[in-house]
C-alpha cells in the first residue's frame, strides 16, 4: 500500500507505537502540523542516517499541549507504522515542507512467548549489570518496538531494527545485540570490583600444595 504523505526528517528512529513530544518551531512544520490537523492527516518522520532517507514512521498528532504567540506549538504524536520511501519531494509542490511517496511496510507479529520470554531474561540481566530499576512485565507484554530506545542500541542498530518486518526478527536481533553487550558489561563490573579492593586487607583462603 503506497501513499503521499507529508515528511518530518529528522536524525533520529522513531518506531511505531512510541509517544513522541515535539517542539515545533520551524514555519515549515508549523504549516506541516497545521495541515495535517485541519485535514485530518498523518505525516512521517523518516531518518535522516548516512545522508539519505530511506525509512521511517508514520505518525498521528494526538494532542496539540501549547501554542506561543510565535506560532510555534508543543504536540504529542504517536507512532503508527514503518515505510519505505519510495519518491521523495522536496518541498510537496505549493508548500513549505517535504513530503513522499511511501510504502507501508506489514508488520508480522509472530513472536513466541518462549522466545519473549528469553529476551526479556537478558533484558533483565543488563539493567542489574547497568544498576538501573526496571519494572518486572509478563514476557506477551515484551514488544521490541516498544523497549528498542531502552536497550543500548546506536542509531544504526535501531534503523536497522525499524526494517525489520516481523516480531521474530526483531527479537533474535535484539537477543544478539545483549548477548555481545552483557559480558562487556560484566567485565567492566568485575573490573571496577577488583579496582575496588585495591588497598584493602583481604582474606584469601588458604592452598594446599
Known sequence: MSRIIPLFPLQTVVFPTERLPLHIFEERYKQLVKDCVRRNLNFGIPTYINGELGFGTELSIDKIVKKYENGSLDIICSGVRAFKIEKFFNPIPNKLYAGGEVHFM????????????EVLDLVYRMYRNIDMPI???????????????KLGLNLEQEYQL????????RLLFIKNHL????PVLEQINETKKRIQL???FRNFDPLKF
Do not use: Y
Open 106 to 117: 506489514e508488520n508480522i507479529d509472530d513472536a513466541t512467548i518462549e522466545t519473549q520470554q
Open 135 to 149: 519494572e518486572p512485565m509478563e514476557p506477551n507484554e515484551f514488544k521490541s518496538f516498544l523497549f528498542a530506545h
Open 162 to 169: 525499524l526494517q525489520l518486518p516481523s516480531e521474530s526478527e
Open 179 to 182: 548477548q555481545k553487550v552483557i
Open 198 to 200: 585495591n588497598g584493602h
